[in-house]
Each structure stands twice: as C-alpha cells, then as structure tokens.
C-alpha cells in the first residue's frame, strides 16, 4: 500500500498530534513542516520563506539529517503526513518530492538548506513559513515534528529558551535551550523540525 509505510504509531504516547486542540492556531503553518527520509533515516524539515518573497522551495533540516549533495540527491520529502483527527488513525504518504539542491550547510552550526527540485503542488497546500533572525526570544514557541517517522505531533514550551553551548563541535552558545516541554517532546525522526516563535516564525531548528 503506497499510501503506508509502517511508522505509524512509532512515536512516544506523550506526543500530541497536529489536529488537536494544541495545533488548533496552527492550521496553516503545519503545511510547512514535512518528514523526510534519506539513506534509511528520518528527520524533519521546513519549508521556508525567501525575502524575495517568491515561493522558490526552499527547504530547512539539520545538517545532521542532510550534509552533503549525495544526501540531498535522494532525499524524499513528504508533505501532509499527518493524522485526520485527534488520536486518530494513520495518514497518507502519497505528497512527496524526491531530491534537491544543497544552498547552505554548515558543521558549526546544525543546519540545512535545500532547494527542493521541484515546486510543491498547490494540491499539497504548501505553506512557506516565515522566519524571525532575532538573537533573542520572547514567551512561548513550539515545535511542529515527526518524532520516529510518526505522523505530525506539537510540543510546546511555555518558558522563553535561552540561549546555551550544545557542545558536539558545534560553535559556542549557538543553541536555543528548551528547558521543559509543558506538552509533548521531540525524539529521534524530529531532527531538523522548526521551533516557532509567539508569532509563529521560526526561530531555530532541532
């Protein structure tokens, strides 16, 4: 069945999916948020908005989950993955896009950009979130995620983050902090996914 492919359910009982009343203000942001699948591993990513303002598809992840053209190349990148309801039952894997170009990655820091190779269908309603590049963050954000390859789940910290050293080579105090999440929590398959901002702009990646 093209439509499954056994991550179902995979995830921790604590993760919160996208369609409950937790992801009620984030209906058109959760467009944005796709799972990926890469060499046999899965990760997260964002599709993100340019200055331009054009809707080229770009694509942000961890450079963990994608660091080099080889890896970009056979990307797959699935859009909508999510539950129909509230604890509900599986989702459909059928809106995907195969490979893309790498623009921008680093081993300082955890992150990814890529272009997909091809624009999302409107059928996919895509949604290309806006970003905030402000070295501090104020009040609530969450994390929209494919925690072990389940469908969409939210988690959210009600405490601003602050800022930290991850360690692990990555360059100093060049983390956000997330000190406890008051719904949810992130897992393996969530790496690359956004942290958003009050203002629903990302702020970060995981």
């Known amino acids: 069945?093209?439509?499954?492919?056994?991550?179902?359910?995979?995830?921790?009982?604590?993760n919160v999916d996208i369609n409950c009343?937790?992801?009620?203000?984030?209906?058109s942001e959760k467009h944005s948020v796709c799972r990926i699948i890469t060499n046999g591993s899965l990760c997260t990513g964002t599709l993100i908005?340019?200055?331009?303002?054009?809707?080229?598809?770009?694509?942000?992840?961890?450079?963990?989950?994608?660091?080099?053209?080889?890896?970009?190349?056979?990307?797959?990148?699935?859009?909508?993955?999510?539950?129909?309801?509230?604890?509900?039952?599986d989702g459909s894997v059928e809106q995907s896009?195969?490979?893309?170009?790498?623009?921008?990655?680093?081993?300082?820091?955890?992150f990814c950009l890529v272009e997909l190779t091809e624009p999302p269908l409107p059928s996919y309603n895509p949604y290309f979130a806006g970003w905030n590049n402000s070295d501090s963050v104020e009040g609530?954000?969450?994390?929209?995620?494919h925690p072990q390859g389940d469908v969409k789940k939210i988690s959210y910290d009600a405490e601003s983050p602050t800022t930290s050293n991850y360690g692990a080579g990555y360059d100093f105090e060049s983390h956000w902090l997330i000190g406890d999440w008051e719904s949810g929590t992130t897992e393996g398959g969530s790496s690359g996914s956004p942290l958003f901002d009050n203002y629903?702009?990302?702020?970060?990646?995981?």
């Open 1 to 14: 069945n093209k439509t499954k492919d056994g991550n179902f359910g995979q995830s921790g009982d604590c």
């Open 21 to 27: 009343f937790e992801g009620n203000n984030w209906q």
């Open 49 to 89: 908005n340019n200055t331009n303002i054009d809707a080229r598809p770009f694509f942000l992840t961890a450079n963990h989950c994608i660091n080099s053209q080889s890896l970009a190349n056979e990307m797959l990148v699935v859009f909508n993955y999510e539950s129909p309801v509230c604890d509900g039952p």
């Open 97 to 110: 896009i195969s490979g893309g170009i790498m623009r921008a990655t680093t081993h300082h820091l955890d």
């Open 140 to 145: 609530l954000t969450t994390c929209i995620h």
């Open 200 to 206: 629903n702009r990302i702020v970060g990646n995981l």
